[in-house]
């Protein structure tokens, strides 16, 4: 019924307008007329517009309240980019106003973006009126690019960086059971620093506002209260836990009592949970975990001159890997699994060694080579028999050249000695620092540097050298009167030899030498390791170096012996090696 009574007023709407029409035809024509006049006009000046804004901003184009209609598009640009030139930034930090240049501050204004949407109209905004009365009502923002590096760099010096740290929710667990867990509440906290004032600045700059009040970033907490009382039934769960760690018939207990004092609540996750602190439960493994351990048997080896001549194995011991062990035990007590089968760890068996030597030069060299290789310091060796039965040598790194310290001064006294021998001086001749006789005495009893700077001049320093030489000891070099010296174990021992055998001095003077050189003052080398023993010796020591070489008079055999140490802590090594080839000669 509605809808017939609806049709029926269309159908009067139509006949009522027909009728108008067929009754006014003029006005009809008239009406016709200018809409066809108006259409015209808006379609040529549209068409005319199109054509002048080609290549130009639209008509009525506004960026923050100055005109740019009709304005060529790279002027335009031009323009804007001075327009910015001077823009400034407001910033209010704390009771503080800074005024900051903007291009300077990191903040440049993108001209193509800003005019991109000149050329990129949809819809309506296509028709050049339509885009100039669209512009009446809505200018353009320009669009900035920030570096907020620099928007930083810019601000730091105003601002005085702060930070509070959020504090999370906690939770106290005591370890008497009988006592209630209580939780801490959580609290906010805040951060001001250059980087957080040159985000709100860029966030205030986006939006086309150069003035922004710049404040102190508020810090979250991860966990709140309710988290932790969510948690509350798992600590009251963790709170009655007991858990066994056992193996092969062995077995530590963790009791509640044992448990109560590690627990800990994980906060590290997405989730909260119930964890034990790992350096209290490797405390309390190190000390029970002993249960597990079982003592290695240690292998034996017996060495002959550095060849293994029998061995006897050991075994392996047991103990508790206390590291691995700690984390299976959290990871079970996470899972709420009260029994952990523990990490055992082999015992590795110490090998002992026993060293014997031959009484032949491969021992002997052996014996030495064994002392320098297990003590510090780097040794230069040379062991001479001259009697007794054997006649056993060693040279240990004797070739390899060092500087001598005073042990050079036993070289200028020979020398001196043979010219004497000569009869081209004295043991009266002067040398500036008293006669040649005080100035021997003084250079070998306490190793005097004046006498023997004295002495090497009498005898012409490249005089010395060459006369050194022809005598055999060709790596010595004392062509110097100020400086380093510098000497070979072998030579040094050479020397020992040759004075002994009275090759280069009379029995007059090798005698007195060696008396002088038994006598010398510094007895902490090889005479103290060569069991009161006489020794006839020179000693050297300069920065790291500890030198002595000698002829020792013991029961069973003569021998010369030279050590020459770097770096191995003093007297006492050149001492200990002195006595070990001591008791080879006289075993």
Known sequence: MQNARHSHNLTSVYIHVSNWFERH???????????????????????????????????????????????????????????????ELQ????????ILNAEQAGVSVDTDKTFSTLTESNGWN?????????????????AYDTNEEALAAAVRPYVSEALVPAQDASVNIPADASKPATINK??????????????????????????AKIAAQELLPKW????????????????????AIEAEGKKVTLSTESLAPMLRVDASGAELKMTLDPELLKAFLNKEGRAFYSAPISTRTVQKDGTEVSRTEGRAGKQLD?????????????????TVTPAIASVTPEVLVTRTYSNTDTGLYKKIEDFAKSHSGTYRVAAVQLTGSGNRSAFYNADSQVVTASTYKTFIAYAILQRIEAGAITMATSTGKGTVEQCMYKMIHVSDNDCAYALQVLYGSAALDTKLASDGFTSTKLNNVVGDKHSTARDEMLLMTKLYNRELLNEASTQYLFGLMENQVYRSGI????????????????YALNHDMAIVYSPKATYALVILTDGAGGWTNVR?????IYDFYNQ
């Not at 959580?186 to 003035?211: I, Y």
């Open 25 to 87: 035809p003029r006005s009809v024509r008239h009406a016709m007329h200018v809409s066809m006049v108006v259409a015209a006009g808006f379609a040529l000046f549209n068409a005319g517009l199109f054509s002048v804004q080609n290549g130009r901003t639209s008509a009525m184009t506004t960026i923050n309240g100055k005109d740019y209609g009709l304005m060529p598009i790279g002027d335009a640009k031009k323009l804007l980019e001075n327009e910015h030139a001077g823009a």
């Open 91 to 98: 910033v209010r930090i704390g009771n503080k106003t800074v």
């Open 126 to 142: 296509r028709v050049p009126l339509v885009k100039a009365i669209a512009n009446l009502f809505s200018g353009i923002t320009p």
């Open 186 to 211: 959580e609290a906010n906290g805040s951060v001001l620093s250059a980087e957080v004032a040159a985000e709100q600045l860029a966030a205030a700059v986006a939006g086309n506002n150069f003035t």
């Open 224 to 243: 709140t209260e309710l988290d932790m009382r969510a948690l509350m039934p798992s600590i009251e769960a963790a709170r009655k836990t007991s858990m």
């Open 322 to 338: 206390v590291s691995a062990t700690a984390d299976l035990a959290i990871t079970a007590f996470q899972k709420g699994v009260a």
């Open 527 to 542: 005479p103290a390791g060569s069991r009161g023993s006489r020794v006839a010796d020179k000693v050297g020591f300069l």
């Open 576 to 580: 200990l090696l002195a006595t070990e």
